[in-house]
Antibody, heavy 122, light 110 residues
């Protein structure tokens, strides 16, 4: 069974750093992209970016380029989403999802993690 | 605003049919495959339709998708109260070089 298990909720202050995780199992980690998706009440779902663990190719959404870092550790089949300096506007639920499809044009997200709630407040 | 446009809400009575639309452009829907996601309250999104009109195993045939040009539609027949959820369309945008989603449609089963 394919599973994506995300780390627990975080409460941080503005300016702090944070790294959340998404541990995968049940499939060949190196051969599927994994994506990060943000959900905020006002903006619905937004994709931050996707990573291909096999060669660490990472594609960031233009809106999030330079704002976050996506990485992967093949030894433990885990993908990460990292911030160096959080802002209140980063408050959201963050989901990871496995991306299926040979080419970007036919990608879809078939299995999702349960989400990590990040709250940034002073 | 989202790159893909969906109606904010739709409603229908139990047993009826509802159609949710999603419109985009030549850089996304027209030339790429679209998927649909169902998000029940307090849960993560769940894949409902992929490759425009394919259902994953376990998804009932009450749910169907179609595509025409720069738009796609999700049809839900035989509505049940358990179908009350937010529904999102998503696809790759070849100009932005990223995944894009619609703003979501809240389905109310009256």
């Amino acid at each position: 069974e394919v599973q994506l298990v995300q780390s627990g909720a975080e409460v941080k202050e503005p300016g702090e750093s944070l790294k959340i995780s998404c541990k995968t199992s049940g499939y060949s980690f190196n051969t599927y992209y994994v994506g990060w998706v943000r959900q905020t009440p006002g903006k619905g779902l937004e994709c931050l970016g996707i990573i291909y663990p096999g060669d660490s190719e990472t594609i960031y959404s233009p809106s999030f380029q330079g704002q976050v870092t996506i990485s992967a550790d093949k030894s433990i089949s885990t993908v990460y989403l990292q911030w160096t300096s959080l802002e209140a506007s980063d408050t959201a639920i963050y989901y990871c999802a496995r991306v299926v499809g040979i080419r970007h044009e036919n990608h879809y997200m078939d299995v999702w993690g349960k989400g990590t709630t990040v709250t940034v407040s002073s | 605003q989202s790159v893909l446009t969906q109606p904010p809400s739709v409603s229908a009575a139990p047993g009826q049919k509802v159609t949710i639309s999603c419109s985009g452009s030549s850089s996304n829907i027209a030339n790429n495959y679209v998927s649909w996601y169902q998000q029940l309250p307090g849960t993560a999104p769940k894949l409902l339709i992929y490759d425009n009109d394919e259902r994953p195993s376990g998804i009932p045939d009450r749910f169907s998708g179609s595509k025409s040009g720069t738009s796609v539609t999700l049809d839900i027949t035989g509505l049940q109260t358990g179908d009350e959820a937010d529904y999102y369309c998503g696809t790759w945008d070849s100009s932005l070089n990223t995944w894009v989603f619609g703003g979501g449609t809240k389905l109310t089963v009256l």
